[in-house]
């Protein structure tokens, strides 16, 4: 799957995730945004309830994927920080399912 593709799904999961949440709370949407970590106000739930949300995009692709392994929870640099790097991510664990 080309990356700007995995990007799209990304984005679309922040942009449904934002319609429940407040204007004051609203995550970026844009491919450098910050995701987790400072200067975000998305917290644990949130990104759980993101990753859920992004997992199940590529399951209706027919790419079953999880992307809270013990690699990503135990990386020195979180892979949920920004979109960019939860983007990178994602080719890394789709290219290991093949």
């Known amino acids: 799957m080309a990356d700007h ?13 934002n319609l429940g949440r407040t204007p004051d709370t609203q995550l970026a949407v ?6 987790f970590g400072a200067g975000s106000p998305l917290a644990s739930l949130g990104l759980v309830a993101l990753l859920i949300d992004i997992e199940e995009a ?16 135990s990386a020195r640099q ?3 920080r920004t ?7 994602i080719e890394s664990v789709l290219k290991e399912a093949r």
């Open 5 to 17: 593709r995995i990007e799209d799904v990304v984005l679309a999961a922040i942009r449904q995730a």
């Open 30 to 35: 844009s491919p450098n945004a910050v995701m």
């Open 58 to 73: 590529f399951a209706a692709d027919g790419m079953d994927i999880s992307l809270s392994d013990s690699r990503a929870m």
């Open 78 to 80: 979180s892979p949920f």
């Open 83 to 89: 979109v960019d790097s939860l983007v990178a991510h």
